[in-house]
């Protein structure tokens, strides 16, 4: 097993010990290049090609066309989870944009999580959560929960993470009441001064 299979599924591991993939749902690739790879459902490296050829080296998942899509789209993305924590799906089921009620969501996910309800047998359904991800680390798509984005490991399961809370926060309030939403233009600076200092700490 190469040092690379070992690394992805060491990742697969701690996303299934975080509650972040099931054993129905294990949708995760890392990008390489013009490559990038996941775990098929026997378990073995498989992999997608970012080239014209559209070429798979087993049959495709449902989700491998939106992966293959955004990673053409933003080459900073090198990272992609979907998501199945609870307060994730239940926002993602119920169709509604979330809102950044905590400053890590603003800064981390971006001024909102968008919901993409397209059907994901569609042809063009790809290019909607391509459009879905624009300026945002996250979108939520009904059947699958959230789609996370980054391009680290670290910094895609943090967005999951920071994904999730957001999404409780947003059941909690509809439930509870209250809660504050921080308002598009200060989303907006507290997203742009996080990206700046985190780019600086990286260069």
Wanted: charged residues 20%.
């Amino acid at each position: 097993m190469s040092d690379f299979e070992c690394q992805i599924k060491k990742y697969r591991d701690l996303l299934f010990q975080a509650g972040i993939l099931t054993q129905a749902a294990q949708a995760f690739s890392m990008r390489q290049g013009r490559t990038f790879y996941y775990l098929s459902d026997s378990g073995t490296l498989a992999y997608g090609d970012l080239g014209k050829n559209m070429g798979t080296s087993s049959p495709c998942p449902e989700w491998l066309d939106v992966h293959r899509s955004v990673y053409r789209k933003y080459r900073g993305i090198r990272i992609l989870i979907q998501s199945r924590l609870p307060y994730t799906l239940t926002a993602a089921r119920a169709g509604q944009d979330v809102p950044p009620l905590l400053d890590d969501f603003a800064q981390l996910v971006g001024v909102t999580a968008r919901v993409v309800l397209g059907n994901p047998k569609e042809k063009g359904f790809p290019l909607q959560v391509v459009n879905g991800l624009k300026r945002r680390n996250a979108v939520l798509i009904p059947p699958w929960g959230g789609l996370c984005a980054a391009g680290t490991f670290d910094d895609t399961l943090a967005v999951a993470q920071v994904l999730e809370k957001g999404c409780q926060a947003l059941v909690d309030t509809a439930f509870l009441g209250g809660g504050h939403r921080i308002n598009l233009m200060e989303s907006w600076l507290m997203r742009l001064v996080y990206r700046y200092k985190y780019s600086r700490k990286a260069g």
